[in-house]
């Protein structure tokens, strides 16, 4: 069926490194991208999206590229810091039945080391 | 302009009782969408309703989960009987009407529901 990967499942990095997560998606009909933040005791928050007529999105320190052949895409993540510490997911989404149907990843748990 | 409302936050119950979630969209909103967290995984989908409707409820398991969006308040996610497997955290989320926008999923804070 539909899935999507997603690896790391954790990441170390320290202060002003970058980061990069990365996602594989299965249904080659998907067409929109988003990766939420998810902080501890909260839900998932949209951070930053892509479509498939697209292949980076940049929003100040985070980009996300989309490589439509390979079915991957990844979030960037540079010059990280403390607050940016948090487990991050993706997703794949495709229009079917009038609304989107999303498949998330199994998450990454993201630490920045002051 | 309030997010997605959820609630409550907890909810602890006995095996053998019911769950009663509550979600209310964003002000505008008509589409919710309820996903289900267990620790140290990702969101796994249960249900998508619409005003009065269940559009596709494939994730939801088919016996003592129900869910309906009624025309008038929240949403609604009930687990009839629970048991100690239904502990989990329990995320709505709601998209914009129009076609061009509803790509969209804004997520509540959830409900944690844990079965003693």
């Known amino acids: 069926g539909e899935n999507v990967e997603q690896h790391p499942s954790t990441l170390s990095v320290q202060e002003g490194d970058s980061a990069v997560i990365k996602c594989t998606y299965s249904?080659?009909?998907?067409?929109?991208f988003p990766w939420y933040k998810q902080e501890l005791g909260k839900g998932p928050q949209l951070i930053i999206d892509?479509?498939?007529?697209?292949g980076e999105k940049k929003d100040q320190r985070i980009a996300v590229t989309l490589n439509k052949t390979a079915k991957h895409f990844s979030l960037h993540i540079t010059e990280t810091q403390p607050e940016d510490s948090a487990v991050y997911f993706c997703?794949?989404?495709?229009?079917?039945?009038?609304?989107?149907?999303?498949?998330f990843g199994t998450g990454t748990r993201l630490k920045v080391l002051a | 302009n309030a997010g997605v409302m959820q609630n409550p936050r907890h909810l602890v119950r006995r095996r053998g009782q019911e769950a009663r979630l509550r979600c209310s969209p964003m002000?505008?909103?008509?589409?919710v969408y309820w996903y289900r967290q267990l620790p140290e995984e990702g969101l796994k989908f249960m249900v998508y309703?619409?005003?009065?409707?269940?559009?596709?409820e494939s994730g939801m398991p088919k016996e003592r989960f129900s869910a309906e969006f009624p025309k008038e308040g929240p949403s609604i996610l009930r687990i009839q009987q629970v048991v100690r497997g239904d502990s989990a955290a329990y995320f709505c989320?709601?998209?914009?009407?129009?076609?061009?926008?509803?790509?969209?999923?804004?997520f509540g804070s959830g409900t944690q529901l844990s079965v003693l």
């Open positions: 989320a709601s998209s914009p009407q129009g076609v061009a926008t509803n790509e969209k999923l804004f």
């Open positions: 309703l619409q005003k009065e409707n269940i559009i596709d």
């Open positions: 997703a794949a989404s495709r229009r079917t039945s009038g609304t989107y149907k999303y498949i």
């Open positions: 892509i479509r498939s007529n697209v």
């Open positions: 002000k505008g909103h008509s589409h």
């Open positions: 249904d080659s009909a998907s067409n929109y």
